[in-house]
Nanobody, 123 residues
Framework: VQLQASGGGLVQLGGSLRLSCAAS????????TSWYRQAPGKERELVAS???????NYVDSVKGRFTISRDNAKNTVYLQMNSLKPEDTAVYYC??????????????????WGQGTLVTVSS
């Protein structure tokens, strides 16, 4: 499964961006999906996640500003980012937990990562 992330860019303080992550490849079912970010000199952190049923979780620093959503029919996950701050500057990565059934009808569970998209917020 390949993940293609897009939507990053340069935005001013208080601006908005919408990230997208489209999954493609063999037939699979997309389970939990997440967005992570990694700022320069910092460890990667989980920003938001959404289950297949739509339950969401956010890191405290983005609550009320970011919204994660998904379109199961399109195998795509989104991250709407509003009221952006300079501290949101980072490379954002999408992550998809998925599964498919092999020739023995056994579930194969895996995680795929997108290539990362840079978000820069200027003050």
């Amino acid at each position: 499964v390949q993940l293609q992330a897009s939507g990053g860019g340069l935005v001013q303080l208080g601006g908005s961006l919408r990230l997208s992550c489209a999954a493609s490849g063999r037939t699979f079912s997309m389970d939990a999906t997440s967005w992570y970010r990694q700022a320069p000199g910092k460890e990667r952190e989980l920003v938001a996640s959404i289950s297949r049923g739509g339950s969401t979780n956010y890191v405290d620093s983005v609550k009320g500003r970011f919204t994660i959503s998904r379109d199961n029919a399109k195998n795509t996950v989104y991250l709407q980012m509003n009221s952006l701050k300079p501290e949101d500057t980072a490379v954002y990565y999408c992550s998809v937990d998925a599964h498919y059934y092999n020739d023995h009808d056994e579930p194969v569970v895996f995680r795929s990562w997108g290539q990362g998209t840079l978000v820069t917020v200027s003050s």
